[in-house]
């Protein structure tokens, strides 16, 4: 069973900064294709960065390209997302999320954590940015 604890979180002014983490453990999960996912209110999730390739692989939204960077550390079982220049439509619940051991193959990384059902969850932070 695999478990993703994100922390992180918070209430910031429009311009501001945030640096989310995620501690990835278990034995069900592969660091190889990870990735954060945000849901707005009355909004539907959506993946906002992906990494991949041993960390040397990146895919970000547009509409966060730029701003925030997506990164693991050395043993690669904690996944970072450094938020910059926050505006208040980045508010929302922010997820971690990792692909199941074994299944990190057959498609892109952000492709797969976007379609398919069966990725690794955490319960998420919240993020708020005020204008």
């Known amino acids: 069973q695999a478990q993703l604890v994100e922390s992180g979180g918070g209430s910031v002014q429009a311009g501001g900064s945030l640096n989310l983490s995620c501690v990835a453990s278990?034995?069900?999960?592969?660091?190889?294709?990870m990735g954060w996912f945000r849901q707005g209110p009355g909004q539907e999730r959506e993946l906002v960065a992906a990494?991949?390739?041993?960390?040397?692989?990146?895919w970000y939204a547009s509409s966060v390209e730029g701003r925030f960077t997506i990164s693991q550390d050395d043993t690669r079982n904690t996944l970072f997302l450094q938020m910059n220049r926050l505006k208040p439509e980045d508010t929302a619940m922010y997820y971690c999320?990792?692909?199941?051991?074994?299944?990190?193959?057959?498609?892109?990384?952000?492709?797969?954590?976007?379609?398919?059902?069966?990725?690794?969850w955490g319960r998420g932070t919240q993020v708020s940015v005020s204008a």
């Open positions: 278990g034995d069900t999960y592969t660091t190889a294709c």
């Open positions: 990494i991949y390739a041993t960390g040397l692989g990146t």
């Open positions: 999320a990792a692909r199941p051991r074994g299944r990190a193959s057959g498609g892109s990384c952000y492709t797969l954590l976007r379609i398919r059902r069966d990725n690794n």
